[in-house]
């Protein structure tokens, strides 16, 4: 009998735990949208502190696979502030362009979005633009899907050094704006 009292009160006990903890817990920090869209505007750009011999911006024809670490800036100026960054490889051969494994990562850290997307090449066709999917996100992204579209600026330097202005146009499920 008195283990059945202890099982009884540790599981009351264990519940009263859990609500109270809901009820006092801080508000999450991520934003949720209040809004189902949300349009971006950014850069991916080149870091200036980084020199490697294989910065190729451009996949070659007879590449394997094109990787890439890049930064995400508000503008096209290398001054620009930096908001996150860009990684991600493709696999730019005829076989592997429907391929899961064709996906770039951009990483948000501002004070307005943290999280990041997952955006999916889906046919890299080797033009100055590029429509992606964004196949979905974390933090203030979770659940995000829309479409990623690549242009190159005009203000490249060398075949080394291409920017390239990223419009996103995100779609998140419905939030509820009430916080419970």
Do not use: C
């Amino acid at each position: 009998m008195l283990s059945r009292i202890i099982f009884f009160t540790a599981v009351t006990l264990a519940t009263i735990a859990v609500i109270v903890l809901a009820l006092v817990s801080p508000v999450s920090h991520n934003k949720i949208h209040s809004r189902p869209w949300l349009d971006l505007s950014l850069y991916i750009q080149q870091p200036q502190n980084i020199t490697t011999s294989n910065t190729h911006a451009v996949p070659r024809e007879d590449a394997g696979a094109f990787v890439f670490h890049r930064i995400l800036t508000e503008g096209p100026e290398n001054t620009s502030k930096v908001v996150g960054k860009a990684q991600g490889f493709i696999i730019p051969v005829e076989q592997f362009q429907q391929s899961e494994f064709n996906v770039l990562y951009l990483t948000f850290d501002t004070p307005d979005h943290s999280g990041s997307l997952s955006v999916q090449a889906i046919k890299v066709a080797h033009k100055d633009r590029e429509e992606f999917k964004v196949v979905g996100g974390t933090g203030s992204f979770a659940f995000a899907h829309g479409v990623a579209v690549f242009t190159q600026t005009d203000e490249q330097k060398s075949d080394k050094a291409i920017t390239y202005h990223v419009k996103l146009q995100l779609e998140f499920p419905n939030h509820s704006t009430k916080l419970l």
